[in-house]
């Protein structure tokens, strides 16, 4: 770490603290993103009091490999991924698998052994860009700490869970594939993990590592507008999310609960609690098993269970 405040630095998680008797400003930190605000204030107000507190975040760095490099171009140019992009938070580089191809026809697939339809993704190009990639990565990053993620149906089910555990790296590498599968050699010596987002098969794993990139980066501190909403997401309380509501009260004769008008935010509190647990007995009840709820919670979602 190359700033002038390395010494006073601290990590939590993701978060670098940086204790400085001087407001620090961007281009002391060089390379990584600096927050300061209510962030700041949160995180440090407990622990720490100096003058001026920066917060300081890891830049998550994406790599995706694929052969059709366009169908990202549109969702990273809008919302989350443009507004993660736009504050240097998350990098995101689109690698084409034909661009490592040595051949006239940049061939990047064959037909399999043993006969059958379909083409298999060939390992060379596949290799030499997961190689090319890696060796532009840092030793202080640790190359060998990065995963490389299959996007296939095979793959481990996406959660939540593995959202977060995917946001607390500083650099990934996703392999799309296409046709009807990669060659067996990139699983067994190559990849370190294979993601599916679902029972069904898609055409390729664009889409789906669209998927996994829009769960993760959403996790990256400083992406989402307010802090909290990620701990309130479906899932992340173990729960689904309760009903949300905004202005106008009374839309043809639709009210707004008058709960949540009242301004008391306790009752609030309370009954966004109570809707999240009817919600998931109704409409996931296997989700409560792992849930975190008191007796009372737990009498609540029996009655509220489906017959
Ligand atoms: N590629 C094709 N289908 C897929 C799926 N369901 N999940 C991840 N990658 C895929």
Redesign the pocket.
Known sequence: MSSPFAKNFKKIRNFYIVLSSKRCFPAEIKGEQQLEGRLAKQKTRRTFSAAFICVKIKIVQIDILTLFPQMFQSPLSAGIFKRAIDRKLVGINIHNIRDYTHDKHHTVDDYPYGGGAGMVLKPEPIFEAVEAIKSNISHKQGDNAVPIIL???Q?RPLSQQIAVELSKYSRLILIC?HYEGVDERVREHLVTDE???????????EL?AMVVIDAVVRLVPGVLGSEVSALDDSYATGLLEYPQYTRPPVYREWVVPEVLLSGNHAQVAKWQREQAIIRTAERRPELLDKANLSSEERQLADRSKQP
């Open positions: 996007l296939t149906p793959g594939g993601i599916s987002i679902g029972d069904y098969v898609l055409s390729g794993g789906a």
